[in-house]
């Protein structure tokens, strides 16, 4: 066994964390009361859900009290501070929908370079760097809809936004659907990640097959989540050859699926997968980093080298040019 302090003290990089699923609380309270903006429960009993489905609609919800370049500026600080406190980040990429704040008022370069203006004042504070994914929510995007939004990063280019991203139920949204926002992206330099394979979804509503669409269609140069992808020794086979790097989260109060969380995670290493350890949603999962870091080690019993291959192993997956992988390593 490796103690709680060292967990959460060891530097980590997080490359699968969503912005509007980070937001505190009283954040969220304050924003909805200046905004406002009526929830339907208390600011502290809002992240509940009966399904991941109900999780989606809170997600969408709670985006909408971001709505000047300020509140994400001080969304992307306040996420820094809290990670760097309760698990030592050090990098983090944040995906980001633009198309669940459109209705808030703000338009995509005022939502980026209020994100930028965080970032910055993040690592000048914390000297913790950030990069930005572009995200189409596959559940509520047409395939032309998301190539607008991959037009519209590419139309305002930042050199913060370093990729796209694929989240949302994976179901209403089979990956083979985005190939031409994929394409667009890939064309422009942008790097490529995907939902793929989450446990929430039926194998299926998300068969292991899908991570060779996402590699093979998609071209992606990364996958979050990826377990039910072990319900196929080919896939996975084919997976620990490829080498990409994966994004599991350890924790998650997404109803049905928590006890198998740590059991999945521990099976994909042993496949000989690349994997880096992360979140996903933290303030409505109930989570941080290093309490994700904690509840998986306690479940599993890995030692100190197994926390730091998992460190080690964020800082390679992320898309961090390499001479900033080398300050980090
Ligand atoms: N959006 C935010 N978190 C997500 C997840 N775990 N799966 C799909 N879409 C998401
Ligand atoms: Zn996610």
């Keep these: 066994a490796v103690a709680d302090g060292y967990l959460r003290r060891i530097p980590k990089a997080e490359l699968h964390c969503h912005l509007a699923g980070t937001l505190r609380a009283t954040t969220v309270a304050e924003l909805a009361a200046r905004a406002g903006l009526a929830l339907p429960r208390p600011a502290d009993k809002l992240y509940q859900w009966p399904d991941f489905y109900g999780f989606l609609d809170v997600l969408r919800l709670t985006a909408l009290v971001l709505r000047t370049p300020e509140d994400f500026s001080r969304a992307v600080y306040e996420y820094v501070e809290d990670a760097v406190r309760d698990g030592n980040l050090r990098h983090v990429e944040f995906f980001f929908n633009p198309d669940y704040f459109y209705p808030n008022g703000i338009d995509y370069p005022a939502m980026v370079d209020g994100m930028i203006e965080g970032i910055e004042a993040a690592k000048k504070m914390f000297g913790v760097s950030s990069l930005l994914i572009c995200c189409i929510d596959r559940s509520t995007n047409t395939p032309a809809q998301a190539v607008e939004i991959v037009e519209t990063a ?3 280019r930042r050199d913060h936004v370093v990729g796209i991203g ?44 899908n991570y060779l669409i996402c590699r093979d269609v998609l071209q992606c140069d990364r996958i979050d989540h990826g377990y039910n992808m072990l319900a196929s020794d080919f896939v996975m ?32 290493v042993e496949a000989g997968l690349n994997v880096t350890i992360n979140t996903d949603d933290p303030a409505m999962f109930e989570t941080d980093l290093g309490h994700g870091f904690t509840t ?5 019993g890995w030692g100190p080298d197994m926390a ?4 080690l192993n964020s800082v390679e997956g992320s898309w961090l040019d390499e001479s900033d992988k080398s300050a980090l390593r």
Excluded at 169 to 190: D, I, Q, S, V
Aim: hydrophobic share 35%.
């Design 154 to 156: 590419i139309a305002h």
């Design 166 to 209: 694929l989240d949302g139920a994976e179901r209403a949204g089979p990956p083979a659907t985005f190939a031409e926002a994929y394409a667009l992206a890939k064309r422009a330099g942008l790097h490529r990640t995907a939902h793929c394979c989450e446990d929430n979804q039926t194998l299926v509503e998300a068969p292991p097959t």
């Design 237 to 268: 086979a084919e997976a620990r050859r490829d080498g990409l790097y994966f994004t599991p989260c350890a924790w998650t109060s997404l109803v049905h699926n928590r006890p198998h969380r740590p059991q999945r995670i521990r099976r994909m």
């Design 296 to 300: 998986l080690f306690e479940s599993i």
């Design 308 to 311: 730091r291959k998992f460190s």
